[in-house]
């Protein structure tokens, strides 16, 4: 069977001993250091919880924005006659470079929770950026020490850096859209639109998670007294079975990499995860649990 590029490219990375070697141990190494303890508010700031949207992605558009224009500036300066562009160069490629070492950071939040499947590609795609990221470097230091004169000699250093960031970029846009890296697992989650028996209220233990199945929606009951609460019951983050979690008070804490959901709204209280769980309205009728979608992917059901 024929593979596309990029499947071989990963499956070429992938068998490399010492790159799975070294992400795995890393890896371990990052979720030491933040997964408890007092650090784990700055894996959630990374991840983007407090946005609803991972941060990462975000970040990475500003450097390629931003050594996309170095390098049309470069080509302005150094083969059109272009004078005086080399501050502007300089400003291009230092905002790139801020920008890159946060996306740098919060891309290493996000990849301490991938499966072992993504941990080889992810960490290339890591080594290609930061190298891209240095070559620049390189290049604004050069310029600084020139007095922002452009030249040959500086653009060399920019030229590569670019090249080697393009290739992690593409790497990089094969774990989200490829590979689905950080994409909400209940993107495409809908109904059921009207109210739906699920099973009898007296059946449904009391604080005890349970999933059940409603018109193909994976939906996760929970009865605390009189009061069911009702969310998705597939993590967003990477798709967890949450009725293997752990329940605390009206928090339902993620069994894989322990983000924790509000059942109250299915609101995302600690990540990685950064999608909320979709959040459905439920009802006792005769003896029965009743739900219906309340609202999936953000957008309130139309009634
Ligand atoms: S699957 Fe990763 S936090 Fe739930």
């Given amino acids: 069977m024929?593979?596309?590029?990029?499947?071989?490219?990963?499956?070429?990375?992938?068998?490399?001993?010492?790159?799975?070697?070294?992400?795995?141990?890393?890896?371990?190494?990052?979720?030491?250091?933040?997964?408890?303890?007092?650090?784990?508010?700055?894996?959630?700031?990374?991840?983007?919880?407090?946005?609803?949207?991972?941060?990462?992605?975000?970040?990475?558009?500003?450097?390629?924005?931003?050594?996309?224009?170095?390098?049309?500036?470069?080509?302005?300066?150094?083969?059109?006659?272009?004078?005086?562009?080399?501050?502007?160069?300089?400003?291009?490629?230092?905002?790139?470079?801020?920008?890159?070492?946060?996306?740098?950071?919060?891309?290493?939040?996000?990849?301490?929770?991938?499966?072992?499947?993504?941990?080889?590609?992810?960490?290339?795609?890591?080594?290609?950026?930061?190298?891209?990221?240095?070559?620049?470097?390189?290049?604004?230091?050069?310029?600084?020490?020139?007095?922002?004169?452009?030249?040959?000699?500086?653009?060399?250093?920019?030229?590569?850096?670019?090249?080697?960031?393009?290739?992690?970029?593409?790497?990089?846009?094969?774990l989200v859209f490829r590979l689905g890296v950080m994409v909400n697992r209940n993107a495409y989650r809908s109904g059921p639109k009207d109210f739906t028996p699920v099973v009898g209220f007296t059946e449904l233990p009391e604080n005890k998670p349970q999933r059940f199945d409603v018109k193909g929606q994976p939906i996760l009951l929970v009865r605390r007294g009189q009061r069911v609460y009702a969310i998705g019951a597939v993590c967003s983050h990477y798709g967890a079975p949450l009725q293997q979690g752990t329940l605390r008070d009206t928090i339902i804490e993620c069994p894989w990499h322990y983000s924790h959901f509000s059942l109250e709204d299915g609101s995302v209280k600690a990540g990685p995860a950064t999608a909320p769980a979709p959040l459905y309205e439920t009802d006792v009728k005769d003896g029965k649990i009743w739900v219906k979608v309340e609202r999936v992917a953000q957008l309130v059901a139309p009634h």
Avoid: C
Wanted: charged letters at 10%.
């Fill in 2 to 174: 024929n593979r596309d590029f990029s499947e071989a490219l990963d499956a070429a990375i992938t068998r490399i001993p010492a790159i799975r070697a070294t992400a795995k141990s890393l890896q371990r190494a990052l979720n030491t250091v933040f997964l408890e303890g007092p650090l784990r508010p700055l894996k959630n700031l990374a991840n983007g919880t407090w946005l609803e949207h991972p941060l990462h992605p975000l970040l990475t558009d500003v450097p390629v924005g931003a050594w996309t224009v170095t390098l049309l500036l470069y080509i302005a300066g150094l083969f059109f006659g272009m004078d005086g562009l080399g501050l502007a160069i300089g400003l291009a490629m230092g905002l790139g470079i801020l920008a890159a070492l946060a996306a740098i950071a919060t891309g290493f939040m996000d990849w301490m929770d991938v499966d072992p499947t993504e941990l080889a590609v992810g960490l290339v795609h890591a080594i290609m950026n930061i190298t891209g990221t240095l070559f620049f470097m390189l290049a604004w230091l050069m310029l600084y020490l020139a007095q922002w004169q452009v030249s040959v000699a500086n653009f060399i250093p920019a030229l590569i850096g670019y090249l080697v960031m393009s290739v992690g970029a593409y790497l990089g846009g094969g």
